[in-house]
């Protein structure tokens, strides 16, 4: 069987020159958007709409839907809650439809739309996204959620700890030069993840604000095997 392509996008405003329409696009936003969305979905909600804007998130949540939207790390006036994944308790979401709108995560979703098939990553569901990317007959595309549109290093560093997994498998090749600075950099943390982090901006961003009690659940692996995946313009499980 002839090898898949990998690559590796650093934000949403490099997207354009990866965008392939018969490709897998995987969306991660570590801190937080993604972590929390995977989370979601492990406690039970059944769907989740992913809006890029404020005013189209205020829409939805007229028409009776649950809310979790911020801006900047801060929950919108509007909102049921915000972008931590402990908001996203079985007593809330579970059995619940949730409009979901973030500062990074969700707009790049919908960037996305034009992919395969969209699917979310997180550390939580670390080994079943990887075991469902090596039985897809298709390129993979990671992409970064980064910081307004701009290079972040804990989304860069998980997406490298992806690759190191596809291409260890060896059904995957890359030409992608993202790729191997992914590896180098997650080669460099992944003894000690949490203490490599704390360099990322937005681990300080989080930190100034008091948003960063999820740091350590939004880095461990495996708690749930839940893959989310875009269809008709919400998520889904797989």
């Keep these: 069987m002839e090898k898949k392509s990998l690559e590796i996008c650093f934000s949403p405003a490099m997207f354009p020159a990866h965008a392939d329409k018969e490709a897998v696009a995987v969306i991660i936003d570590i801190l937080r958007a993604t972590s929390s969305i995977c989370t979601a979905f492990a406690n039970g909600v059944t769907r989740i709409i992913p809006v890029s804007s404020p005013d189209e998130a205020l829409k939805l949540k007229k028409e009776g839907y649950l809310v979790a939207a911020e801006r900047d790390g ?40 034009g992919c395969h098939d969209v699917v979310i990553g997180s550390y939580l569901n670390f080994t079943s996204l990887c075991n469902w990317l090596t039985k897809q007959d298709r390129k993979v595309i990671i992409i970064c959620a980064g910081w307004k549109n701009r290079f972040n290093l804990e989304d860069t560093l998980f997406a490298g700890a992806v690759a190191e997994r596809l291409l260890a498998d060896g059904g995957f090749v890359t030409a992608c030069d993202s790729v191997h600075a992914s590896l180098d950099l997650w080669h460099q943390a992944k003894d000690d993840i949490l203490g490599y982090t704390e360099k990322a901006a937005q681990r300080s961003r989080l930190r100034d604000k008091g948003l960063d009690d999820c740091l350590e659940y939004c880095h461990t692996f495996d708690t749930t095997t839940v893959i989310p995946v875009l269809r008709g313009g919400s998520l889904v499980a797989l």
């Design 74 to 113: 801060y929950v919108l006036d509007f909102a049921d809650f915000g972008n931590s994944p402990f908001n996203f308790s079985p007593e809330k979401v579970k059995g619940r439809v949730v409009a979901y709108s973030t500062t990074n995560g969700t707009g790049l979703m919908q960037m996305a739309s």
